[in-house]
């Protein structure tokens, strides 16, 4: 059993079978710049403890910055026989600088306050990718918005007509939701930034380190309360997948309108050639490809989440070997996402918009009987005789085969002496687009608004 960690106690090395499952190198190598980082510091605070004479802190760290330089350029990799990342570097510093030295390193601290605090120094520098990768997107839906600030659409609700909107207000209401998705990404890291070093394998340690002075050197707020709830928590990792999945849902959404809107049938938009893909047989085929995509794996980072929470459940304090499962679920979310927010954001920059077609559209489906209700009760009339006198408008305006804005007065006045001639100027997309211009509605003095608080909260995020 040379070379391992725990050969003390053991006659024989592992069955090769067990040695197979055990092993997390092929995933948790991507820790190793981490784990070498915190090695410094744990030298250092050995050091400051007395465990670790002046010259041997020197030696020790001039071998952990070679190790690095190796684990960089690829000179130093996982062998074979190393079960994860951390006995693996701890092979390359013995290799680096001897026996004696090397295995100092590892006193008062366990693979199971290393991997709590590994995970989280990683996690909250991919908490930090995303959310600036999530960041492009709103910009793209942001530019998008202010590049078309008179375009107006059909507004839905169960994928059915409803009422007039603006183009910007639509997607405004795509980027909202990202921006409190990177809202949590910070909240998250919050509790993401409390260092488990110094805990131990559970119990804390008997060595007079300092896990506060490691936790600063490592760039956390805080080192953890408590060692028990440090090595076998993971609620900080279920939590960020949880926000992670969530992007994914809000980019599934964006993009499962942006397919339909591609379809000739509503033929809101154009993809552009970068963007989009053909097919093999059909050469009229143009493919909103980075919208699937983005709603296929949509599930897949559901099932990541769903996962990892499974694993969490029922496991006793405080370490279990399960909590090996918990890195392969994160690492596959960020993955997933670091390949969808760069195609989403350039497919949604290069989107071409046909006004005139969404135009077209707005009214259809008597978008506008709300409009008649709502300019009724301005008029004195109870909202419940409203609604009763707009839908016998649409009633008739659908019998004669014409809008609402075309039926005559006479038949307006026939249907409700309140409906004058006056009810015409919210029978327009437009008036009916300006009137809502109460905080958050649709009118073109809102939407600027919007559109000014959310450029103006971008720079800070
Ligand atoms: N590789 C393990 C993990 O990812 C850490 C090692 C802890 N192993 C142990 N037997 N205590 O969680």
């Given amino acids: 059993n040379e070379g391992s960690l725990w050969g003390g106690r053991f006659a024989d090395g592992p069955a090769a079978a067990m040695a197979a499952l055990s092993k997390s190198t092929q995933f948790d190598w991507v820790l190793a710049p981490y784990d070498i980082q915190a090695s410094k510091a744990?030298?250092?605070?050995?050091?400051?403890?007395?465990?670790?004479?002046?010259?041997d802190l020197t030696a020790?760290?001039?071998?952990?910055?070679?190790?690095?330089?190796?684990?960089?350029?690829?000179t130093f990799a996982p062998a074979e026989s190393d079960e994860d990342v951390h006995g693996a570097l701890e092979?390359?510093?013995?290799?680096?600088?001897?026996?004696?030295?090397?295995?100092?390193l590892r006193a008062g601290r366990s693979r199971n306050d290393q991997v709590a605090t590994l995970f989280r120094m990683w996690l909250r520098d991919a908490m930090r990718r995303v959310g600036s990768g999530v960041l492009d997107v709103v910009e793209a839906l942001t530019a998008q918005a202010a590049a078309h600030p008179d375009v107006v659409m059909p507004g839905k609700t169960h994928l059915q007509a409803a009422q007039p909107v603006l183009l910007a207000h639509h997607l405004l209401a795509h980027a909202q939701p990202l921006l409190r998705d990177v809202d949590r990404l910070a909240d998250a890291d919050r509790r993401t930034a409390v260092s488990p070093y110094g805990s131990g394998a559970l119990a804390g340690s008997s060595l007079g380190l300092d896990p506060a002075a490691i936790a600063a050197d490592l760039g956390f707020a805080a080192a953890a309360e408590n060692s028990i709830?440090?090595?076998?928590?993971?609620?900080?990792?279920?939590?960020?997948?949880?926000?992670f999945t969530m992007i994914?849902?809000?980019?599934?959404?964006?993009?499962?309108?942006i397919i339909i809107w591609s379809t000739p049938e509503f033929g809101y938009i154009t993809l552009a050639d970068a963007w989009s893909t053909g097919s093999s047989i059909m050469p009229q085929k143009k493919n909103p490809d980075v919208a699937e995509l983005t709603r296929g794996k949509t599930g897949r980072l559901i099932g990541d989440l769903t996962g990892l929470l499974a694993t969490l459940k029922a496991q006793p304090l405080a370490y279990?070997?399960?909590?090996q499962e918990d890195k392969e679920p994160v690492f596959d979310a960020v993955a997933q996402l670091e390949l969808l927010?760069?195609?989403?954001?350039?497919?949604?920059?290069?989107?071409?918009?046909?006004?005139?077609?969404?135009?077209?559209?707005?009214?259809a489906g008597f978008t506008l009987a709300t409009d008649i209700a709502e300019w009724l009760v301005r008029q004195g009339v109870p909202f419940r005789v409203a609604h009763e006198v707009a839908g016998a408008c649409v009633r008739e305006a659908e019998s004669r085969g014409v809008g609402l804005d075309e039926l005559d007065d006479d038949v307006l006045a026939a249907i409700n002496p309140a409906l004058t001639p006056a009810v015409r100027d919210v029978l327009t997309v437009r008036g009916s687009i300006e009137s809502r211009d109460a905080l958050g509605g649709t009118s073109p003095t809102q939407v600027r608004r919007q559109l000014d608080v959310i450029g103006a909260a971008l720079p800070a995020l």
């Fill in 42 to 55: 744990h030298a250092r605070v050995l050091n400051k403890a007395g465990l670790l004479v002046d010259d």
């Fill in 60 to 74: 020790m760290l001039a071998g952990l910055d070679r190790l690095a330089a190796d684990v960089a350029d690829g």
């Fill in 229 to 243: 709830d440090a090595t076998s928590s993971r609620d900080f990792a279920a939590e960020a997948l949880f926000v």
């Fill in 248 to 257: 994914a849902i809000d980019l599934s959404r964006l993009s499962e309108e």
């Fill in 320 to 323: 279990n070997r399960d909590l």
């Fill in 91 to 104: 092979r390359g510093l013995i290799e680096r600088v001897g026996t004696e030295l090397g295995g100092r």
């Fill in 341 to 363: 927010l760069p195609a989403i954001t350039g497919l949604v920059a290069t989107l071409e918009f046909h006004a005139d077609r969404m135009a077209e559209l707005a009214p």
